[in-house]
């Protein structure tokens, strides 16, 4: 398979000092502060996280219905997601629901068939079904 069209640059760098909140730069210069405490409102990690599998099945969904040739009758796809902490240690994230919704002008057969192929197509959540090797690096 053939790549088309530019790469996009990937990757992100979090700073954060001894007080304040910290901030994450992406590779392309997008800022997202994170929220210092529960009761702040904001992103905080975890909340990356499930915004990543969401924007990115969105985006595989409207990929796949452009695939299908069917684009123009998609009027909106939706993904909620929200998961539930470990009981035990360490902490992580031990369970993922993910809600998807498909509005458009289609049979029932045809919105499995689109999040079907969104789910083949999301690097995100299949990247997190993987369990990728997590290196670091002190510099």
Do not use: W
Request: with cysteine.
């Amino acid at each position: 398979m053939t790549i088309k069209g530019k790469v996009r640059p990937t990757g992100a760098r979090a700073e954060a000092g001894p007080t304040g909140q910290a901030e994450i730069v992406s590779a392309t210069g997008a800022r997202i502060t994170l929220s210092a405490s529960p009761s702040t409102p904001g992103y905080s990690p975890v909340d990356l996280l499930y915004a990543a599998v969401a924007g990115c099945l969105v985006q595989s969904l409207r990929i796949a219905a452009s695939e299908m040739k069917i684009l123009d009758r998609l009027r909106r796809a939706h993904a909620e997601v929200n998961g539930r902490k470990a009981p035990d240690g360490p902490p992580r994230i031990a369970h993922i629901d993910i809600g998807i919704e498909v509005d458009g002008d289609f049979d029932e057969a045809t919105k499995v068939a689109l999040v079907a192929r969104a789910k083949e197509l999301c690097t995100v959540s299949n990247t997190l079904a993987g369990l990728p090797e997590l290196v670091a690096v002190r510099r």
